[in-house]
């Protein structure tokens, strides 16, 4: 059985590769499907912040696992089985480092803007660091 490791983000181009991925690889058997997000630590600064970072520690919590749900669905749908992950760090290393056990990482396309011009985008990384093959959906 071939392994895919699927890493989603709030964005419209990971709501098309998972489209992508339901149509190319439908119901076949041979494959399973994890979905992992990564939830950015949340780094706080001062009393004032100390002592909110509780509460917005559960909403960043909560927002990623409606997330998560969201792209769950997406498969179950399709009656395709999916397990899913949630990671905290820097995306691109802890996603990278889950991917070892898996045949393919697929990622949805960074969308081009100045910013990911000068500062690199996640697919960039992905694409030169990934110890396996990578599906790069646009």
């Known amino acids: 059985m071939k392994k895919i490791l699927f890493a989603i983000d709030d964005t419209k181009a990971c709501q098309k590769a998972a489209s992508f991925i339901v149509d190319f690889f439908g119901k076949d058997e041979r494959f399973s499907i994890t979905l992992v997000h990564v939830k950015t630590p949340i780094m706080l600064y001062g009393e004032a912040a100390l002592a909110a970072y509780e509460e917005i520690e559960n909403k960043e919590s909560k927002e990623s696992s409606k997330l998560l749900e969201k792209f769950v669905d ?46 690199s985008s996640n697919q960039s990384s992905f694409s030169e660091k990934s110890p396996i093959p990578i599906l790069i959906v646009k």
């Not at 749908?77 to 990278?96: P, R, Y």
């Open 74 to 119: 997406i498969f179950r749908n399709n009656n395709i089985d999916v397990t899913s992950v949630m990671l905290e760090g820097e995306a691109v290393e802890e996603v990278l480092e889950y991917s070892k056990d898996y045949d393919l990482l697929a990622i949805g396309h960074s969308e081009s803007s100045i910013w990911n011009s000068i500062f």
